[in-house]
């Protein structure tokens, strides 16, 4: 039986060299890879007490809303900054490897006290989701899980998250 990683494509040298760029297209292009990768994720979420999923722009977005369905759950999209047509909460600016970011949400789209667990693809430096973290907290969410398809534990991304909870399917040593 295949595993999840044994559906990613391992790039050399990109986008510079010495870099290993884990590719999940190949992953979203086989169904059996795709399906394993959203029940694989959702495995992580068993025994955690939900009420909402949110996920960041864009591939959080495609993990999160199958997921969401499948728990029967709302699911909240984190946005890059502009492209929410309503009341936004407050911007968040974070780090990202070559450069900086801005992500924002509805203000309405979480109720104070709600248990939220957030779904990215890929956890790196950790920036995107330590920013997301925030947005769900200044509405009053809770944010009971993190969890990522991929972690680059190089990076030390998952050290910017200390003392939440969070799971990642495949993780690689390196960066």
């Known amino acids: 039986m295949k595993r999840v990683e044994d559906y990613v494509r391992s790039i050399p040298d990109f ?3 010495g870099i290993i760029f884990r590719d999940i297209t190949s992953v979203l292009q086989d169904a ?15 025994d955690t007490e939900v009420d909402v999923i949110a996920g960041t722009e864009s591939r959080g977005f495609i993990f999160g809303v199958p997921i969401a369905y499948n728990l029967h759950k709302p699911f ?3 946005r890059k900054k502009g492209k929410l047509p309503v009341r936004k909460l407050s911007h968040k600016s974070y780090d990202l490897e070559y450069g900086s970011a801005t992500i924002e949400m509805h203000k309405d789209s979480i109720k104070p006290g709600q248990k939220v667990a957030i779904v990215d693809d890929l956890i790196a430096t950790g920036g995107t989701i330590e920013a997301a973290i ?14 990522f398809l991929m972690e680059l ?5 998952r050290e910017k998250l200390a003392g939440y909870d969070v799971a990642s399917v495949i993780k690689y040593d390196g960066k």
Not at 134 to 147: D, H, N, P, R, S
């Open 15 to 17: 986008p510079e060299p």
């Open 76 to 78: 909240v999209p984190i």
């Open 134 to 147: 925030k947005l769900v907290e200044e509405l009053g969410g809770e944010v009971v899980k993190v969890v």
């Open 32 to 46: 059996d890879g795709l399906q394993l990768a959203i029940d694989s994720m959702q495995a992580c979420l068993k």
């Open 153 to 157: 534990a190089g990076l030390k991304g």
